[in-house]
């Protein structure tokens, strides 16, 4: 097992890092220019939303309108390790500047935009923004913060990335209905700009910067394999069948560059991703269980609302306000473990009690979906849930963040959010082709008033002597895509088990502690 080392290249010509420790009044200031920055890329996943029939009432291209949400993720997942190692290079102030901006230049475009195929691309450029927004904050923390004092920011990021999962459908639907949809992305830009000002009066350059080398084909090859694999997940089953030659297309060329791209950087000096990152096993178990954790939560609770509405019955409004609790969870241990347990300087019996609990609290919601319990049980599963998973994600970055040297701190932390977003996206295709999949098989031609053209019809609204047949047929269904969801989270409870502990640095001059 090579062990990272500390020992860091001598920064180039020109450039300056700062030895001293930050104040606790700087540490401050640059968090809430964080802060506001990353509240801004949470609920830009979410605001539009609600705001999609105004948008196709005034664009129109109804057939293509997922591309407005799939254009952000696609766009922010695929350039997350790319900030990480330029902020590496060339500094964390200069990319979240140039993160920030490109987000608000999306903005403007994204709110002036005249068709639907504009709106997409103007919605990747500014997922191209975002996608640095998370880590980079999550990176700037890491050189402000020693590890043993990092528990109660990271916590507060995960409870911001809970909360604005909520409220942006809200906030959504309200500047909507009292503006337009274009304000939606024009509201970004007075925000945006408070946050610049006060990130560029007080981010100082705390590690040393390393060799002014771009990885251009490094760079390439990896964005060319990490797109074409996201297009696979995104677009196969739904535009696509898995089996058609475009799918197969891209899933060719998605292995043909991955292999390119491993043998490329085995020979680069400065490789956009360094394979020595995968030589840390904490690094490697933490970027499996974050992927797993991800997959069956997202793959899992993309469904909670179409569950309440179809089976449960209720309005689409407050099937948003029931789903809720989960995210409230999710805020609050975030929040407890970064300002109680991290004190212990001990990051992985809080991991490993999480999910357990969330293993736990997932089986039995999946066993109250499929016996039709009702909202006295389904409610506090979901809240355990997210108690049980705000227990695993802010300490999993403390704890790589720790493991790593400086000079792989930026990468390392960016490649963990990537394998983060990718095990999301890969749980909401994987659970939807299955959600399709038994649909089809269940209902066999019996009910085929139940799957129209434009969707699944709530059951409600079907003639009552099908309603029973069709709701048991939508709880049958979606109750499988949580027993999913419940092995998948099982899956990184076993492998959590692995994970070494190491003790937490106290300040930033210690070495980086063997991983193995």
């Not at 916590?155 to 409220?167: D, L, P, Q, T, Y």
């Not at 039995?364 to 319990?373: D, G, I, N, P, Y």
Request: hydrophobic content about 50%; charged content about 10%; overall charge positive.
């Amino acid at each position: 097992m090579t062990k990272p080392t500390y020992a860091t290249p001598a920064a180039p010509h020109g450039a300056t890092a700062t030895a001293s420790h930050p104040s606790a009044q700087e540490i401050s200031r640059v968090f809430i220019g964080l802060v506001i920055v990353l509240a801004l890329g949470a609920i830009d996943q979410s605001i539009v939303a609600t705001a999609l029939p105004r948008i196709v009432s005034d664009l129109g291209g109804f057939n293509h309108l997922s591309w407005v949400v799939t254009a952000y993720v696609l766009a922010s997942t695929a350039t997350m390790p790319l900030y990480g190692k330029l902020s590496d290079q060339y500094g964390r102030k200069p990319m979240i500047f140039v993160a920030i901006l490109t987000f608000l230049l999306g903005s403007v475009l994204s709110g002036a935009a005249q068709n639907l195929l504009e709106l997409i691309i103007f919605r990747a450029i500014q997922g191209v923004g975002a996608g640095g927004l998370l880590p980079l904050a999550q990176i700037i923390i890491g050189d402000m913060v020693p590890p043993t004092q990092r528990g109660r920011r990271q916590g507060v990021i995960a409870a911001i990335f809970a909360i604005c999962s909520v409220v942006g459908p809200v906030i959504g639907g309200v500047i909507t209905d009292l503006l337009s949809w274009h304000w939606i992305f024009y509201v970004n830009l007075p925000i945006g700009a408070v946050a610049l000002v006060m990130i560029g009066r007080t981010l100082r350059q705390y590690t040393p910067l390393h060799a002014r080398r771009i990885d251009y084909l490094g760079s390439v090859l990896m964005t060319t394999c990490t797109v074409a694999l996201l297009l696979v997940l995104t677009l196969g089953g739904s535009e696509w069948p898995w089996n058609s030659t475009p799918i197969a297309g891209l899933a060719l060329c998605a292995a043909l560059t991955g292999v390119l791209f491993v043998r490329h950087v085995k020979h680069e000096p400065e490789p956009v991703l360094p394979l020595d990152l995968f030589h840390n096993r904490l690094f490697v178990i933490a970027c499996i269980v974050l992927a797993l954790t991800f997959m069956g939560l997202l793959g899992a609770s993309l469904f909670f609302p179409l569950f309440f509405q179809l089976v449960m019955g209720v309005s689409p409004a407050r099937s948003g306000l029931l789903t809720a609790p989960l995210m409230a969870g999710i805020a609050t241990a975030s929040l407890f473990n970064g300002r109680v347990l991290l004190r212990s300087g001990r990051y992985k019996p809080a991991q490993v009690a999480g999910l357990g609990i969330a293993t736990l609290a997932f089986a039995v919601l999946a066993w109250s979906a499929s016996t039709a319990q009702g909202f006295g049980i389904i409610e506090p599963c979901m809240l355990t849930l997210g108690l049980g998973l705000g227990l695993v994600m802010p300490n999993m970055t403390i704890a790589v963040q720790n493991a790593l040297s400086p000079a792989h701190r930026g990468v390392g932390t960016a490649t963990l959010a990537f394998f983060r977003s990718l095990g999301g996206l890969i749980g909401v295709a994987g659970s939807g082709a299955i959600l399709s999949w038994q649909l089809r098989r269940q209902n066999a031609g019996q009910l085929p008033v139940m799957l129209t053209e434009g969707g699944m019809k709530p059951a409600g609204a079907l003639p009552l002597h099908v309603q029973d047949a069709t709701m048991a047929l939508y709880r049958h269904a979606i109750s499988s895509t949580f027993l999913l969801g419940t092995c998948i989270v099982a899956c990184a409870f076993l492998v959590i088990l692995l994970l070494p502990e190491l003790p937490l640095r106290d300040h930033h001059h210690a070495p980086a502690p063997a991983a193995d």
